[in-house]
Nanobody, 124 residues
Framework: QLQLVESGGGSVQPGGSLRLSCVVS????????IGWFRQAPGKEHEGVLC????????YYADSVTGRFTISRDVAKNTVYLQIDSLKPTDTARYYC?????????????????WGLGTQVTVSS
């Protein structure tokens, strides 16, 4: 059974970096497209920020291009999200999702399986 478990969040100062991890279990990583999205405090979930397809193609939302980098390690069944130059507005719970119920579309909320998320807090 497919499961997604996020980790790597924390509290950082503005300008810092974090690398989030999404461990995929139950299937091989190249069976699904995996993406990241987030929910800021008091706000609706924001649509897919970036994704990596089964064959390794990568897509980014314009809002995160240049600061967010998605990658994967197939041997570790893990997808990563590197976030650089963190801003207070990046404060959110970050989730990874799989295309278990339709394709992941940048800017749209995933309709498939999500993990429980990992919290990122950016403040000075």
């Amino acid at each position: 059974q497919l499961q997604l478990v996020e980790s790597g969040g924390g509290s950082v100062q503005p300008g810092g970096s974090l690398r989030l991890s999404c461990v995929v279990s139950g299937v091989t990583l190249d069976a699904y497209e995996i993406g990241w999205f987030r929910q800021a405090p008091g706000k609706e979930h924001e649509g897919v920020l970036c994704s990596i397809t089964k064959d390794g193609r990568i897509y980014y939302a314009d809002s995160v291009t240049g600061r967010f980098t998605i990658s994967r390690d197939v041997a570790k069944n893990t997808v990563y999200l590197q976030i650089d130059s963190l801003k207070p507005t990046d404060t959110a719970r970050y989730y990874c999702a799989a295309d278990t119920n339709g394709p992941l579309v940048v800017g749209q909320l995933p309709s498939g399986l999500w993990g429980l998320g990992t919290q990122v807090t950016v403040s000075s």
